[in-house]
């Protein structure tokens, strides 16, 4: 499990075609690696990946061709940045969302505005993913914990603060660019109770209660 708060911006070193899949190898940059073993999971522009080499400031992993059908990461070139983050431990601070690393699919970069020092940004997905965006929830754009401002149709909006445009990849991001999205998991369980008609059901006093009702 990851936050979607990014660590540290890495490079692309390259990526080497192995047996239909692909060996990718990234300098991290001033991440600090000292506490990563051999197997632990750290995230890449928001994809969970298993480190199976580490040296000082990089890592090596293989990618399946499930995680670059659905991914940016096939699409990388040698030098492109990248967002990290490494794995999440139980005694870390929560400053994002709960975010598995698991990317749903991708999206594409439909505006970028200024908005005072900040910047409001519209991304657009795929029906199928619009449907568990939703305004003030959170969604992982990138590896990238941020909260929806608002949603139309298939697009919706986020603000980037200067802070997070300048430590992330997102400084390098033009519209029309892809992006991987991870939607909040709640949302996903949230929808397969319901499917399987076993959504616990909340009584008229709790829904007053907390403003629903």
Not at 5 to 11: A, K, M, N, T, Y
Not at 180 to 202: C, F, H, S, T, W
Request: charged share 20%; glycine share 10%; aromatic share 4%.
């Amino acid at each position: 499990m990851f936050t979607g708060i990014i660590q540290s911006v890495g490079r692309m070193v390259r990526l080497e075609p192995r047996g239909g899949d692909v060996h990718l190898v990234v300098d991290t940059a001033e991440l600090d690696l000292s506490d990563v073993q051999l197997g632990d999971s750290i995230a890449v522009s928001g994809v969970c990946l298993t480190a199976v080499t580490l040296e000082a400031r990089g890592f090596s992993a293989d990618v399946s061709n499930e995680t670059l059908s659905l991914t940016t990461l096939g699409k990388l070139k040698a030098g492109d940045p990248v967002n990290l983050e490494k794995a999440l431990r139980l005694a870390d601070r929560l400053g994002g969302h709960l975010v598995s690393g698991h990317v749903d699919g991708l999206g594409k970069v439909v505006s970028i505005t200024p908005d005072g020092r900040s910047q409001r940004w519209t991304f657009e997905v795929s029906a199928a993913l619009a449907r568990y965006i939703a305004a003030k929830g959170s969604v992982c754009i990138d590896g990238t914990s941020l909260t929806v401002n608002e949603v139309a149709g298939q697009r919706f909006g986020v603000n980037l603060i200067p802070h997070t445009v300048e430590h992330t990849a997102f400084h390098a991001r033009r519209v029309g660019d892809a992006v991987n999205i991870e939607v909040d998991v709640i949302a996903r369980y949230v929808e397969q109770l319901l499917r399987a008609g076993e959504a616990p059901k909340l009584d008229e006093a709790f829904l007053k209660q907390h403003g629903f009702a």
